[in-house]
């Protein structure tokens, strides 16, 4: 056989999930709507109602809310360019930087110029089309590329030293402001929901309506960084929001008792919650310089990462995970010690609130936020059977993220859980719901028994029963056998004799007992189950 026809055989490629992502599968699924179905339901007794939102928005958005500076913005987002010539523009603009290396040369001069106009005119043609959009720094740059390539083109014929020396210090300008232009927006995958929510009480003028907007929210998020165990690259959140009104710290209060009786219905184990105040605008800044002042005292016995953290955030140095570090953090100030009267009065009615509520939780001083508007109470819930990493829930208040977004001051507060994190601890402590087989699998033999068959599927079905039926006629005992594994729990068994007299033959999977039914008495003897 020869190489080519060796080719031709290959096998096609055998696609799979990206890493880091994963399929949910029908047995997995019902796990899932189980959990989303009862957050529904709790959530909309504590008024809350359901957000949908956009799985991407403008790079901005997360770079102002997040921090610009933060893993996730610098390394973790998905980010790409919202322009489906970007490509094509991007190719361009590379083509015109390699080429300006040797603009001086007269052939080359008109080389780059026939280049540079290739790129400008398609370029403006799109534009004046609104095919893209500009920026006004965008057109401003642009403007200012058009003028350059004027310039450029009055000289290139030109041999003398001065227009050389033109020439190449214009082709370098005309290159940068190529490459400043963005030629489309920023866009990100949302690595998370909050900003989303804070967008969409600006853009819809939420704060029009009663206060506070009780918001809720489900899905996919996003981010690139190494798969773990319950860590994904897509990975599913559900979290609400409350935005608006004032910062009674029963608000606080009812949004934690909210989750935690989310938690309850489903019986999650080991349930843990951990409570702080992390102070206000006033009172915190000198508790951080405080804290710096002390690490600053012990730096050579911290490690890289610490002592990283001591200039841009001390109050990272709290979360250290590293043994011989613990000491040393068993010493710094704590943050309830420095808190304002305004803030220490609002922590104790928070921690009052909750009593109220029956509602157990732990002091955790450790248990802090880094960026400047979250303030005050700050939670975060654990559970069991997922090691190290056992969070499934953190939340806290944010009173200055609106208004860093452009929105008007806006008091808020929310969570976000994490539905892998909870599915793996729901499972890893044997408290999920066992996968639901069908309610009836129907066994009829006989072209007379299909229509009866058909008929009855469509009845059972619409009075809210899973049923199979077959395709293609089985014999019984094969029939049995599917019914079995499908997880059915009765057989409905349908042939010559049971269309003739009226009377159906209804098998308990469970037991093998079985009875004669009519059509009336099996809907009545099902409802009942």
């Known amino acids: 056989m020869s190489e080519g026809a060796a080719k031709k055989e290959e096998k096609p490629r055998k696609f799979q999930a990206i890493r880091g992502t994963r399929d949910l599968l029908p047995r997995e699924t019902a796990l899932w709507n ?53 490509r094509f523009l991007e190719a361009m603009s590379t083509r015109a930087q390699e080429i300006s290396l040797g603009v001086s040369d007269q052939e080359v001069s008109a080389l780059f110029l026939r280049m540079a106009k290739e790129f400008i005119g398609p370029l403006q043609k799109m534009r004046d089309e609104s095919l893209i959009e500009f920026s006004p720094l965008d057109q401003s740059n642009f403007d200012i590329l058009k003028s350059k390539l004027k310039e450029f083109e009055n000289v290139a014929q030109a041999s003398d030293q001065s227009s050389l020396s033109q020439r190449n210090l214009l082709a370098v300008e005309i290159v940068e402001k190529t490459v400043l232009l963005s030629m489309g927006e920023r866009v990100s995958l949302r690595p998370e929901a909050t900003a989303s929510v804070c967008r969409a009480y600006i853009e819809h003028n939420m704060q029009q309506l009663p206060q506070p907007v009780k918001l809720y929210y489900m899905g996919p998020m996003f981010r690139r960084e190494r798969p773990q165990k319950g860590r994904y690259r897509q990975f599913y959140q559900i979290g609400a ?104 009065k609002h922590y104790a009615e928070v921690k009052h609130q909750l009593q109220l509520r029956g509602v157990m939780y732990r002091e955790n001083w450790r248990l802090v936020r880094g960026l400047d508007y979250y303030m005050r109470t700050t939670f975060e819930i654990t559970a069991q059977g997922l090691g190290s990493q056992n969070a499934v829930c953190g939340g806290g208040r944010y009173d200055g993220l609106v208004e860093l977004l452009g929105g008007p001051p806006t008091k808020g507060i929310g969570f976000a859980i994490g539905e892998d994190r909870l599915i793996l601890s729901l499972q890893e402590s044997g408290k999920a719901p066992a996968p639901q087989g069908r309610d009836v699998y129907i066994a009829w033999m006989g072209e007379r028994a299909h229509a009866t068959a058909v008929r009855a599927a469509k009845d059972l079905r619409k009075a809210g029963f899973s049923v199979e039926l077959p395709p293609m006629e089985q014999k019984f005992g094969k029939a049995l056998g599917q019914a079995d594994k499908l997880g059915a729990r009765f057989a409905l068994i349908l042939g010559d004799n049971e269309v003739a007299s009226g009377e159906w033959t209804v098998k308990t999977l469970a037991d093998g007992s079985q009875q004669k039914l009519t059509e009336p008495e099996l809907l009545d003897f099902l409802r009942k189950l």
């Open 241 to 344: 929001e409350v935005l608006g009104g004032s910062d009674a710290p029963a608000i606080d209060a009812e949004v934690i008792e909210m989750v935690m009786t989310f938690f309850d219905r489903l019986e999650l184990q080991g349930v843990q919650l951990d409570l702080n105040s992390i102070g206000c605008r006033d009172c915190r800044p000198k508790y951080v310089e405080l804290l710096r002042a002390e690490l600053v005292k012990v730096k050579d016995k911290l490690g890289p990462d610490s002592q990283r953290r001591i200039e841009t955030n001390p109050l990272r140095v709290l979360d250290s995970k590293l043994e011989s570090e613990q000491g040393i953090i068993a010493t710094l100030p704590r943050i309830g010690d420095h808190l304002c009267e305004e803030c220490a």
């Open 34 to 86: 189980h959990i989303e179905k009862t957050a529904h339901a709790i959530f909309a007794t504590f008024g809350f109602g359901e957000i949908r939102l956009p799985v991407f928005e403008p790079t901005e958005l997360f770079a102002r809310s997040i921090g610009v500076d933060s893993d996730v913005v610098s390394k973790e987002m998905y980010t790409f360019t919202e322009n489906p010539h970007f």
